[in-house]
């Protein structure tokens, strides 16, 4: 007898066998529940390579004892091309318990001869349907692991029998082995020509540009009868446009650098007299390319997160906002509809370090402390990184079901005398950013948001803000704002990848204030309560185009009704590359 064919017969018991057991395992589906598990097996080898399968069950002792079952199949679209890494550890597939009566025949797959791989979501799906093309996978990955196992001249005594029968499952299937390595070859060319014309090793470049075409109508608010004023917003067109370089240096942690350059999305704060009217992407009279956010995340083991960033760390990046339906670069363009402003808004551009640890799938504990980012890296008295403007926030994410998520969070912010704050994050009315105008405050916001998808085409949002502010120099006076929204999304509205958007809210408002300006003068609180009224359709052109229509109202401006309510209308177009 050759060397070669004495190795094979060493290595070939328990590895054929335990393969072609989880073969019948995965093929049970398509089965007759009245067959034995014996006459299982024989019916899918038999089928499959036109051979007896008498003397493989014969080394099945606990095939041949297990009940029979009748699985629930599972619908996974275009399963093999889901297929993640091969796993190293029996325990790395959620859905397999050493109960399972093909627990020992997938552990020595997986931890002896590592040819068994997951999906993306960490499961088996032992009971879902095998298709050829999968079991031409697995033949082609166990064949090759015993070529590597014959080179070294090690295994188990095997009989010429088992040989015989995975030479006539490879002549079974040699059209699909063909195929299957014919895509690795393909894949294997394609992968070394990106390789060669890559900028970047370790990173990734994507980006967006945004086309707005907009225009308000209404009188300017002033606080005062509307007819006194003109509307002061002439109709506009301008841009901006963000690259964002991801880069990775482990696979699983990364630097996020983004450069931004437009021609500065106005701020229609001084055109209409009420910040109630701005964008979400206003750039605040900036110009020119600049550096919008360095931020840096990396896991700790497999259930915590942590962020560092120099330049805009803002809360929405590491706490969920529970919004997404409606917010993000493709859903509402007001600034107050994208979420609560007094959570995810401090009022300046971040600087500092935020942590996340997810403690299972129903809960999630988010914490950050941020500063303002130019005021961090200044010495001087009243600056620095726990001297700043700052804010300290944390959140508890529940999720009772995969429906709805419920976001409880706290966030205490400081804000030093003259440093030109805003405490509502350029939301709401002028006393609500400002209730003490540039005197020290000290404010503590709670926050309470849900997203309930109700079903595919339909999800129902919302939150409520209350803040309590206090004035830490000069007198000792008390603020109390609030806020809130209901949000109404319509996924796949006309056509997939569209969505509708409703939003109906209460900007930022001091409902009461001990501070006067000046003896006698009137407190600094809001006598109205202004409305936001808004609605927005993205229609999705192709994956890298969209187009959004959006209108939103204000009523009774500055939460003052005498002031005439004011219309904002734009049209964004959307690039992402």
């Given amino acids: 007898m050759s060397i070669v064919l004495w190795n094979y017969l060493l290595v070939i018991p328990t590895f054929f066998s335990s393969l072609l057991f989880i073969y019948s395992v995965e093929a049970a589906a398509e089965v007759p529940a009245n067959l034995t598990s014996t006459e ?70 997986v931890e002896r001869y590592g040819v068994i791989a997951g999906y993306p979501d960490g499961k088996f799906l ?56 014919g895509r690795l070859d393909t894949l294997e060319t394609r992968t070394a020509e990106v390789e060669a014309n890559q900028f970047s090793t370790t990173t990734k470049l994507v980006g967006d540009a945004i086309f707005v075409a907009a225009d308000t109508f209404g009188d300017r608010a002033n606080n005062t009868p509307a007819d006194d004023t003109d509307d002061r917003t002439n109709t506009f067109f301008s841009y901006r446009v963000r690259l964002n370089l991801q880069t ?63 330049r805009a760390l803002q809360p929405a990046i590491f706490t969920p906002t529970l919004n997404a339906s409606v917010g993000g670069l493709n859903g509402a363009l007001s600034r107050f509809a994208t979420f609560n402003p007094t959570i995810y808004r401090p009022g300046f551009d971040g600087a500092g370090a935020a942590f996340a640890y997810k403690f299972n799938n129903q809960l ?44 409880f969070s706290y966030g205490r912010k400081y804000f030093g005398t003259g440093t030109g704050f805003n405490l509502t994050g350029g939301t709401g009315s002028a006393f609500s950013r400002n209730p003490f105008e540039q005197n020290a405050t000290t404010s503590d916001n709670f926050g309470l948001q849900f997203n309930w998808r109700t079903s595919s085409r339909f999800h129902l949002g919302g939150w409520f803000g209350y803040t309590l502010a206090h004035q830490d120099n000069g007198s000792d ?84 009704d005498a002031n005439d309510p004011i219309w904002v209308g734009a049209i964004r177009t959307t690039f992402s590359f």
């Fill in 248 to 310: 990775s240096f482990t696979g699983r942690d990364q630097l996020t650098t983004i450069l931004t350059a437009g021609s500065a999305v106005p701020n229609l704060t001084s055109t209409t007299g009420t910040a109630m009217t701005r964008f979400t992407f206003d750039t605040d009279g900036r110009e020119g390319t600049y550096l919008s956010q360095l931020v840096y995340r990396f896991p700790i083991g497999q259930n915590a997160t942590v962020w560092v960033g120099t």
């Fill in 477 to 560: 006076n008390d603020a109390t704002i609030i806020n809130a929204a209901l949000t109404f999304a319509f996924p796949d509205l006309g056509k997939q990848g569209n969505v509708g958007g409703i939003i109906i809210g209460i900007p930022p408002k001091v409902t009461s204030n001990d501070y006067r300006p000046r003896p006698g003068a009137a407190r600094r609180e809001d006598p109205d309560t202004s409305l936001h009224l808004e609605a927005f359709y993205t229609w999705r052109v192709n994956d890298n185009i969209r187009i959004t229509p959006s209108c939103f109202l204000i009523t009774k401006p500055e939460h003052n």
């Fill in 364 to 407: 999630q504990l988010n914490l950050g402390y941020i500063t303002s980012d130019n005021q961090a890296n200044r010495p001087e008295d009243n600056n620095g990184f726990f001297n700043a403007n700052s804010l300290a926030l944390t959140q508890l994410t529940y999720s009772p079901s995969r429906r709805l998520d419920i976001g």
């Fill in 126 to 181: 032992g009971n879902r349907a095998l298709t050829r093309y999968e079991f031409a996978a697995g033949l082609n990955a166990a064949l090759d692991r015993l070529n590597e196992v014959i080179a070294s001249n090690t295994g188990d005594l095997v009989r010429k029998e088992d040989l015989a029968t995975l030479q006539k499952l490879q002549e079974q299937f040699a059209t699909e082995l063909t195929q299957l390595r």
């Fill in 40 to 109: 299982k097996l024989q019916q899918d080898v038999a089928e499959t390579s036109g051979i007896s399968a008498q003397e493989i069950v014969q080394n099945l002792p606990a095939l041949s004892n297990s009940p029979v079952v009748n699985p629930k199949v599972e619908k996974v679209e275009n399963p093999a091309t889901q297929l993640t890494d091969q796993v190293t550890s029996v325990s790395q597939l959620s859905d397999i318990r050493p109960t399972d009566w093909a627990f020992q025949a997938l552990q020595s797959l």
